[in-house]
């Protein structure tokens, strides 16, 4: 039977459920020789600041059981570099294109969203990374802070464009969090980030990244992804949900759905598979088809 993979992220409509993770494909058309990535719902970008940022020092990426632990740093160009250099290429595979934005200030944010306000149409969102440290003394995370966290959502209103608040799962406020976000003017919120962790180098006895400890992504944080999405969907029904946290098939990404998000992104299982996001919406159309289920948007009425 035939399936219908349009889903609704707020105002915008995907042609799949099925996008790129922020920090997992690159700036541009990086993934364009493994999969058509016209087909995807969008190409979520790695996080982006207003101004060129060097990230980490190395190492900055090790593996762990059903999954991996990074400490990359948020490395980048810069916008306008991005703008210039990278997305021209982009757009050219007949791409949607979600701009992820990151910053250490309120100010950051409110610079990078303006410099986004002239991006083209095929950018169709812009994702606010909330889930980085925060430097200006009130709190180590953004999305740890209910009232920060609206604080930038309000800040990049300039991009003039629909704003995804990408929250972080380290936290027990983040119902509290997406609320406020969504006050603030984020049209969804996308759940959920990283988890915190560290890992020990057997033969050093030191940490495994340059940078200690880092953030842990891949099938292991999963459950906790599903848990996230679930929670917030179940208080705040009305909120667009984009769930990422360990898919790396097609039941996990319509579990994810099912426990209350549109659409999904696909990060960690890129690494091993570049062609998994391709894959993985393969396999939400034959598991829909499967039960008889006409639209994979209807996986989200479940809840």
């Known amino acids: 039977m035939s399936v219908d993979t349009r889903v ?3 105002s915008i409509e995907l042609s799949s459920p099925v996008m790129t993770a922020s920090g997992t494909a690159g ?6 020789p493994y999969l058509d990535l016209s087909a995807l719902g969008a190409v979520v970008t790695k996080s982006i600041a207003s101004y060129e940022w060097a990230g980490n020092p190395a190492p900055r990426v090790h593996p762990t059981p059903q999954g991996m632990i990074n400490a990359v740093g948020l490395q980048g160009p810069g916008l306008e570099r991005w703008l210039g250099d990278h997305l021209p290429a982009l757009i050219a595979t007949g791409a949607t294109v979600v701009c992820s934005i990151w910053g250490r200030s309120v100010d950051d944010y409110r610079n990078a969203a303006d410099l986004l306000a002239t991006a083209p149409p095929e950018v169709v969102a812009v994702e606010v990374n909330l889930s ?3 430097l200006e003394g009130r709190g180590s995370i953004f999305a740890h802070d209910a009232d920060l966290s ?9 991009c003039g464009r629909p704003r995804w608040a990408k929250l972080s799962a380290n936290t027990d406020r983040i119902v509290n969090v997406a609320a406020a976000c969504r006050d603030a003017g984020a049209e969804a919120v996308t759940l ?3 988890l915190l962790g560290l890992t020990f180098d057997p033969e050093t006895l030191r940490p495994s990244l340059g940078n ?3 953030g842990l992504s891949g099938r292991a944080i999963h459950p906790v992804a599903v848990r996230a999405v679930n929670d917030v969907r179940n208080a705040l029904p009305e909120l667009p949900i984009v769930g990422v946290g360990g898919v790396a098939s097609g039941w996990d990404a319509v579990e994810l759905m099912v426990a209350g998000a549109h659409a999904v992104q696909v ?12 894959r993985v919406a393969e396999e939400m159309v034959a598991f829909a088809a499967s039960r ?3 639209r994979l948007a209807d996986f989200n009425a479940v809840v």
């Open 292 to 294: 008889e289920i006409a």
């Open 132 to 134: 980085c440290p925060n």
């Open 8 to 10: 609704r992220v707020g």
């Open 27 to 32: 700036y541009g058309d990086e993934f364009a």
């Open 150 to 158: 609206a604080e930038v959502v309000a800040a990049t209103a300039g």
């Open 212 to 214: 200690g400890g880092g």
């Open 192 to 194: 959920i980030n990283t």
């Open 267 to 278: 990060g960690t299982a890129s690494f091993a598979d570049p062609a998994a996001c391709a």
